[in-house]
């Protein structure tokens, strides 16, 4: 009886099986039938752990969800015939690892056919999944990556898009301000520059070096420091020591808070101050205590760019927070390029590909953005903190910047 | 010269506040507790929340979250280690098995306060004044983890070697098997310890807060900075840890200022090696 008992038993669950077989074939047939345009499958990898989570999560994932939730709300991406399809998003966290990263983008390509990929955050991660992206003919909108080697990189694969920019455009435009403020007379002629050995860190400085050397300055204090460096004392004290009046720091944003508050107690305040990501942070001035009047750093935004500030405006009501200053436009622009280029030529990649390269598009940046060789170049490069924002700038003011406002004044 | 003595032992008063929790955790109760550093970053947001929703300053903090550092680590231990330490047939496995678990712990910690704060970098401003010390100007919040540290440190000296108490922490320590022989309850003193491991955790993460940034994920590098203080001091001694913390601190600054700030990791694992190669069982290590 126990025996027949468990037969029975199996018997249940051998059938149970075969139902459950039987109806996931039935509800992947489904799925493929479906996937016959009632959506789009938007997916990405980014990293939502790990060391690079911070920068992730402040500059791209808000961005994604914010454009989905926006596209979506509206009924969905408008594709050539006038119908509209709604997003679904596949995100995959990459842990802060390159090989995950490269891993998770393939598995969207190959296992789950998302029709879109977007890009993972950092430069390392958006060069370790470009050959990947290429491979499988993606448009790869590189939004959060600085890199030199752009105009190589659009060769290689002619599907990449760069939009923010290389080492070389920060810096020269620093240097552009620094070269007028020393001819005014504002500055001395030492810079003490300090970086961190790490990407960001690396490629800035490297740029850095021959730009402010061939403008004549004399770097009288150039050191980099260890990423896990969390103490700031020594290293500010000895660049104080260099007296310069330029002080400049390609760092990380636990690096630039870090640096704020030590520069603060050690009242050290050179005209010129200018630090790396994180200073564009909306949340900057509160983890300084107010006082950041007069603190360059990277990217800026014109204020009196009402595209601009209503796209800040709708990033705080839908994602609770502040956009960052820097790249958080660019990569949000780069998501309204995709949207307007699906409208005009529908899902085929490369037909994507190449209405981004050569079309003209409205944008929070601008009502004609348009990529150049494959490049967004209408970049703001250096902001300044001035009346509580943190606005682009140049020497002398004019096309979307103002005038930079130096020496720095003091601590508060 | 002075100036970098300052600023070396404020920045190793640091260091030595954040291991001596663990080296009495991993000294007295044996748990080698990699979740360390994570409940340390959950301290941390914790004082962040308490600051920044509820205004509660970071001292008054300290007042809250330490005793809560102490029940839940008290918690921990009854229900995930003390089964291990009844388990464990000699010290080396429970070593292994401490670290197993504290393994998955330290990934628990870290998934709920990314469920819960995300990934992003937290950080506010409090005590950041200046201080002049010997003509050297050091952050007030940095010099109050040296305080800290010094007194919280002093205090567990004279606690383990001039009390009863401490006779009994001190000889589960020593000899966990035979002290029971002598009438003491060694899993109570063991829960203590690791109870009051928890705590120091909790202090460190709230003063820690005050000055650096911090993410739900960067939890492992505090534990690894304090084993390595640990290590070096000798495992389960106090003494050891407020010394080899000092150490690292006084080492990090002078070589940032005489000889390369890039070169500061290096030296550090430099000093460790050579310093096992001379005394392998740490500064105040018994062999």
Known sequence: MRNLFSEGGLMTRRLATCAIAALSIAVATNGVAAQDR????????I????????????????????WVKEVNAAGGLKMPDGSQLPIEVIAYDDRSSAEEVVRAVER??????????????????????????????????????????????VKRWDTSFWFMGGSEDYVSALTEILVAEREAGRINNKIAMISVADGFGIDLVKAARPSFEAAGFDVAYDKSFPPATSDFATILNEAGNAEADTFVAFT?????????????????????????????????????????????????????????????????????????????????????????????????????????????????????????????????????????????VSSAGGEGTQQVKLPKPGWE | MLEHVVNGLVLGGTYALVAMGLTIQYGIARIMNLGFGDMIIAACFATYVLFTTFAISPLLALLILVPVGYLVSDVMYRVLMKPLVSRAPDEGALEVDSILVTFGLLFVIQGVLLALFGGGYASYSFLNTPVHIFGTVVAGNRLLALVLSLAIGGAMVVILF????????????????????????????????????????????VVLSMFQTFTA????????????????????????????????????????????????????????????LVRPNGLFGKA
């Not at chain 1, 390509?109 to 491979?135: C, E, R, Y």
């Not at chain 1, 009501?317 to 998501?335: C, K, N, P, Q, T």
């Not at chain 2, 994920?217 to 407020?242: E, Q, R, Y």
């Open chain 1, 38 to 45: 009632e959506k789009v499958t938007v997916g990405y990898a």
């Open chain 1, 47 to 66: 990293s939502k752990s790990g060391p690079n989570a911070g920068g992730a999560d402040m500059t791209v994932t808000p961005n994604y969800e914010l």
């Open chain 1, 108 to 153: 969207l390509a190959s296992q789950d056919k998302v029709d879109i990929i977007l890009p993972p955050w950092g430069t390392g991660f958006n060069l370790a999944v470009a050959p990947m992206m290429a491979k499988f003919g993606y448009p790869h909108l590189a939004g959060a990556a600085v890199t030199d080697k752009a105009s190589d990189f």
């Open chain 1, 252 to 392: 990380y944003p636990p690096h630039t808070f870090a640096l704020t508050k030590q520069a603060k107690i050690a009242s050290y305040s050179p005209p010129v101050f200018y630090l790396g990501v994180g200073a564009a942070f909306p949340v900057y001035p509160k983890i300084a205590d107010g006082s950041v009047e007069g603190i360059m750093s990277l990217g800026g935004v014109d204020p009196n760019n009402e595209l601009n500030n209503a796209y800040r405006a709708k990033h705080e009501e839908l994602v609770g927070r502040g956009a960052d200053y820097w790249g958080s436009v660019l990569i949000y622009a780069s998501l309204q390029m995709l949207e307007q280029t699906i409208e005009r030529v529908g899902l085929d990649k490369a037909a994507i590909a190449k209405e981004l390269s050569s079309g003209t598009f409205s944008t929070v940046l601008g009502a004609e953005t348009r990529l150049e060789d494959n490049q967004l170049r209408a970049i703001n490069w250096v902001g300044q903190w001035q009346d509580g924002k943190f606005v682009a």
């Open chain 2, 162 to 205: 001039r009390t009863r108490w401490g006779m009994i922490l001190r000889a589960v320590a020593l000899a966990p098997n035979s002290a029971p022989l002598f009438g003491i309850d060694t899993n109570r003193a063991a829960r203590m310890a690791f109870a009051i491991g928890g705590a120091m955790a909790a202090t460190g993460g």
């Open chain 2, 217 to 276: 994920t960067a939890g492992v590098v505090f534990t690894m900075k304090a084993l390595i203080v640990v290590i070096l001091g000798g495992k389960g001694s106090v003494p050891g840890a407020i010394a080899a913390g000092l150490l690292l601190g006084l080492v990090e600054t002078f070589v940032a200022a005489y000889v390369d700030p890039g070169l500061t990791l290096a030296a550090v694992y430099a000093v460790f090696l050579a310093l096992l």
